[in-house]
């Protein structure tokens, strides 16, 4: 195939553009879908008389999720850009206003596991669990 003329050139370049552009659209709605379902899922039970902030420890890096009020159960969730795949989770629930400060043992978990927590006022007695 030949292409004569400035045109013709022209064109194939633009058609050229078109093409490659396309290779390189935005993510559909479905992969942040999925990306969203592989998130962990932490379901807290506050029992504390303080509100409590919660603390993921994903493979040494420490991250907050949140605040939970006494006497509230509240699902808190891992920010999306946490790699999915199969981590070392620990959980950290510190009182506000507190010095004292829980925090669990590991648990392996992936992405979409659901872990629950049950915060007691001895902190000590608190436990976790995973769905």
């Not at 504390?48 to 159960?73: C, F, K, M, P």
Request: charged content about 20%; glycine content about 10%; proline content about 3%.
């Amino acid at each position: 195939m030949t292409v004569r003329g400035v045109a013709g050139r022209v064109g194939l370049l633009f058609l050229l553009v078109l093409t490659t552009a396309s290779c390189f659209g935005r993510p559909s709605r479905n992969a942040a879908a999925v990306a969203a379902a592989r998130r962990i899922t932490v379901e807290v039970e506050n029992n504390h008389w303080s509100t409590v902030v919660i603390y993921a420890v994903i493979n040494g890096q420490i991250i907050r999720l949140g605040e939970v009020d006494t006497g509230v159960t509240l699902d808190l969730l891992t920010p999306v850009g946490v790699d999915p795949s199969i981590v070392e989770l620990r959980l950290r629930v510190d009182p506000i206003g507190r010095r004292e400060v829980y925090q669990s043992g590991s648990l392996w978990v992936h992405g979409g596991t659901r872990v629950l927590l049950k915060v007691e006022n001895d902190l000590r007695a608190s436990t976790v669990r995973i769905a």
